[in-house]
């Protein structure tokens, strides 16, 4: 907790470190209530001249006892503070001996070392190594860690820390100890250390060059056999590396802990790694297809940064998405190569404009590498994660894949064992490959999202098509005009027939010709003419989602039906059905507001309906593919393009658009239904799960027609028979919506079958909070006193209270804003105990601007009154501000 007006940290205020830290010794000994750590430190001046004070951070911490080169401190020797510690004039190499006390099982925080569950852990990154021990707690100051735990043998019979285990043995009075030494070089952030009673699930990989690496998975006991799922994604994500990148793994150990509280999603500590254990623990009856897919992105999310985070890492937290962005595309492009690419490429642009899209049109907009933060945990954000994940495929799609990868090598040859920065890694994409990436480097730092408009122009006579694309990007705070970006557009031309046309740009050779072409837009305004075309039927852009833009284009209802029918980009087909949709789905929201309540609206074009219909009957389709295509835009995307958003009419068009289709294609959904059941045998794979998301996308509209008895009976029925969690819970999603006695029959149900899987009862806790039916809120007021529900659990929090204020706009943005009080007293409950969690559910509040009068009132009272909070969080503080604007 701090003051109220906090330090805001500059980009351009960076200085090297005044102190080198040659090695660390660190000695633990564990007590849950109060635990002491010792640290030895070598350090050294960085610069020759004038000697500077050493400043240490260190954060919550009792300072027992200080020592310079055996010479004990005393109070007149240093500077202590709430937030430092200052050796004001010390020798330019010196030995310092730290020691200090530290309350883990009172650390509600989850940052720095605590006890969950019993279980010793530590989060360190960003800033937790300082609520450890004092220290230049800075990602530049590398280090060699050697480090000693000691703690009671039989609570807690495992010791693990980064590195090789070099020493363990007995000690009197029922303890034990073990030493443990990490022979490369890392900041503090990738410190971790785990004490507990814990089971492990063990296996081998050897290495390209044959090392034998021994691979363990550590949860509580009873846990270790649903760790299966992971440790296959864990020996498929090393050898892709190997075969991607060429990058292997550099230890014989490889460590995985998973915790049942945690933060945020995973931890790529160096050869420790630690999980929240949803991202570890998986079996068919409790975890659904998309848990399944979750395990294996983050398994190898925190593998890959071994490379991309670790050997090579950030020289300051502006750079997060040095090793973010990469590791996220890393993870991206792995997902693709195990599963469907198109369906991967599909799910991510979801999740982009759901998320990273409103986040850079809000009050919280930034660029891929900020240029200031208050709190750095605010600013692991879906615009560091996701858009930078989407500028380096930009770069991938820029360069070629051979390119790309002869980037990577030099990268990697030429910053090994260094914290760099977002342009040393442009440069090696750069010098490996003679490439100009001056006006591409605006993606880093230039926030919003570009608007791209396109229109084309055919000239029979002369045989060519011209593509005129002009390029804009809205203000974002901070920054009031924007220069035009490069951005690597991916177009195609469809002819009658829907096959793609050949293009070959004015000017250039016949070799130059291909089905789709990536245009160099970099202009304001631009017009790239194509020759020798024979007449068009349909223009495709953005084919892939080559770029992270909002495309405007002029484009009929039948012109989307058929590049949903016909491109051959799969992406692009999806696409269009996504535009088609949101074109009707907007008119009737328009139509709902001008008074009529829909019955009466013109209806919705037929030609929407055909095509889906077209899609249920096409045999070629990927199963996943096409439950992807039959999905309407969510809510959150439609309301992402009204000027005033309107909940309510939005919710009204997509449901009856939804009853629409399910009328008109009932038997043709129940064929589809029919036709997917499961065959016995569960798999995850991704045939399986992709016939199960069909079916379960043709049961969504079905559930439609609720109103007839026997669509409820076969939602039950799925509900009941089910013999997989992804089918249960498609099931139990729809009875929530569905007002009558077999809802609360069907939760109950569940609650008993499961009460014993935390993990499932979170699901079980989310269900609730994005039911639509009116009494949500009271429901969740409800829940808040549930045995199920605690407010120190961050899986907890993040399942019922942020379920209903990012999952459910329906019921959070009610006209008498009791979602934003709900909203504001959760925020100042959770504060005191979690500031991180608590800001982070804090964004949906800050885009009052977006709304009506009435509403925009609410939520600005409500912000307001968490600022008026004398004690709040640096980390509640940002956001609550900020979202005032
Ligand atoms: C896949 O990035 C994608 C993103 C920081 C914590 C994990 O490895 C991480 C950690 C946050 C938000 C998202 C992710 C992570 C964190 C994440 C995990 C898997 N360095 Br905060
Ligand atoms: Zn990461």
Not at 479 to 493: C, D, R, S
Not at 494 to 517: F, M
Not at 697 to 709: G, Q, T
């Amino acid at each position: 907790m701090t003051r109220q007006e906090p330090k805001t940290v500059r980009r351009e205020d960076y200085r090297p470190p005044a102190y080198r830290i040659e090695t660390v010794e660190l000695e633990f000994d564990l007590e849950p209530e109060t635990t002491r750590v010792r640290s030895r430190l070598d350090l050294r001046a960085a610069g020759a001249g004038s000697r500077e004070p050493l400043v240490l951070d260190g954060e919550s911490l009792e300072l027992l006892s200080l020592s310079l080169d055996g010479r004990k401190l005393g109070s007149d020797d240093y500077a202590l503070e709430d937030d430092k510690l200052t050796i004001p004039a010390p020798p330019s190499a010196f030995v310092l001996e730290i020691e200090t006390a530290i309350h883990p099982a009172a650390n509600t925080q989850l940052s720095g070392l605590y006890v969950s569950n019993d279980v010793f852990c530590t989060q360190c990154e960003a800033e937790g190594f300082r609520r450890i021990t004092y220290f230049l707690d800075r990602p530049d100051v590398m280090t060699t860690y050697r480090t000693t735990i000691r703690a009671d043998r039989r609570k807690y019979p495992v010791l693990l820390s980064n590195g090789n285990l070099v020493e363990e043995g007995e000690l009197d009075g029922g303890r034990h100890f073990a030493v443990w030494h990490d022979p490369f070089p890392k900041p503090s952030y990738l410190f971790a250390l785990v004490a507990g009673d814990l089971a492990c699930n063990e296996d081998r990989f050897t290495t390209r060059s044959g090392r034998d690496v021994r691979l363990r998975i550590f949860v509580e006991h009873g846990k270790e056999g649903r760790t299966a799922y992971a440790m296959d994604s864990l020996k498929r994500a090393m050898r892709w590396d190997e075969e991607r990148f060429g990058l292997e793994y550099d230890l014989d150990l490889f460590n995985i802990v998973a915790v049942s509280d945690f933060n945020m999603g995973a931890m790529e500590n160096k050869s420790l790694n630690v999980f929240n254990d949803k991202y570890i623990l998986a079996d068919p009856a409790t975890a659904t297809d998309s848990d399944y897919a979750g395990i294996e992105t983050v398994v190898a999310h925190e593998y890959f940064h071994n490379w991309t985070g670790n050997r090579i890492t950030c020289r300051d937290w502006f750079q997060l998405s040095l090793k973010e962005g990469l590791t996220v595309f890393r993870d991206q492009e792995f997902s693709s190569d195990m599963r469907s690419r198109p369906v991967k490429r599909i799910q991510d642009v979801r999740t982009l404009r759901a998320h990273q899209f409103p986040e850079d049109a809000g009050p919280l907009a930034h660029p891929v590498r900020p240029d200031s933060y208050i709190e750095i945990n605010n600013f692991y954000t879906a615009t560091v994660y996701e858009k930078g994940a989407e500028v380096i495929g930009m770069l991938q799609t820029v360069l070629g894949r051979d390119g790309f990868r002869e980037g990577m090598d030099l990268y990697v040859e030429r910053h090994d064992g260094q914290a760099v920065t977002c342009d040393d890694f442009v440069a090696a994409m750069a010098d490996a490959n003679g490439a100009e990436l001056e006006q591409f480097k605006l993606w880093y730092s230039q926030a919003g999202t570009p608007e791209v408009e396109v229109s084309g122009q055919y000239d029979a006579d002369a045989g060519a098509y011209e593509l005129t694309v002009a390029q804009s990007c809205p203000p974002t705070p901070g920054q009031p005009e924007k220069k035009p970006m490069h951005i690597p557009l991916a177009v195609g031309l469809l002819d009658g027939q829907g096959r793609d046309i050949r293009l070959r740009p004015e000017g250039e050779p016949e070799s130059a010709v291909a089905a789709t072409r990536v245009l160099p837009v970099r202009l304001p305004r631009q017009t790239f003419r194509f020759e020798n075309v024979p007449e068009p039927r349909a223009l495709s852009v953005n084919r892939g989602f080559s770029a992270p833009v909002n495309v405007k284009i002029a484009q009929s209802g039948a012109e989307r039906a058929f590049l949903m029918a016909h491109d051959s980009d799969p992406f692009a087909r999806w696409e269009a059905g996504q535009q088609f949709a949101t074109d009707l789905l907007l008119r009737r929201v328009a139509e709902i507001q001008r008074g009529g309540n829909g019955s009466g609206a013109t209806p919705f074009d037929p030609a929407f309906t055909e095509a889906v219909a077209r899609i249920l009957r096409d045999e070629t389709l990927e199963k996943a593919f096409a439950a992807e295509a039959i999905a309407l835009p969510g809510e959150d995307y439609l309301a992402e393009r009204m000027t005033v958003i309107d909940v309510e009419a939005i919710h009204a068009a997509r449901e009856a658009l939804r009853r629409e289709v399910a009328r008109s294609l009932e038997g043709e959904l129940m064929r589809v239904y029919e036709a997917n059941r499961g065959q016995g045998g569960f798999s995850p794979d991704a045939a399986q799960a992709g016939r199960r998301a069909l079916r379960n996308a043709v049961l969504a509209y079905l559930a439609r027609l609720a109103d007839e008895p026997e669509i409820r009976r076969l939602v039950i029925e799925q509900y009941r028979g089910a013999d997989n969690m992804t089918d249960r819970m498609a099931a139990l999603r729809l009875l929530v919506d569905i007002d009558g006695p077999e809802r609360q029959e069907a939760l109950d149900d569940f609650y008993e079958r499961f009460r014993d899987n935390a993990l499932v009862i979170d699901k079980w806790l989310a269900l609730q909070a994005v039911s639509s039916l009116p009494n949500t809120l009271a429901r969740v007021t409800e829940l808040l006193r549930h045995p199920a529900f605690s407010l120190e659990k961050p899986n907890k929090v993040r399942a019922l209270i942020g379920s209903f204020t990012s999952g459910n706009p329906l019921r959070y943005h009610a006209a008498d804003g009791s979602g934003y009080t709900f909203h504001a007293d959760r925020t100042l409950e959770l504060d005191p105990l979690n500031p991180q969690v608590a800001a982070r559910l804090l964004a949906p509040l800050g885009r009052w601007r977006r709304f009506d009068e009435g509403r925009q009132e609410k939520m600005k009272a409500q912000l307001e009154r968490i600022l008026a909070q004398p004690k709040l969080s640096r980390d509640v503080y940002e956001i609550a501000s900020k979202s005032l604007g």
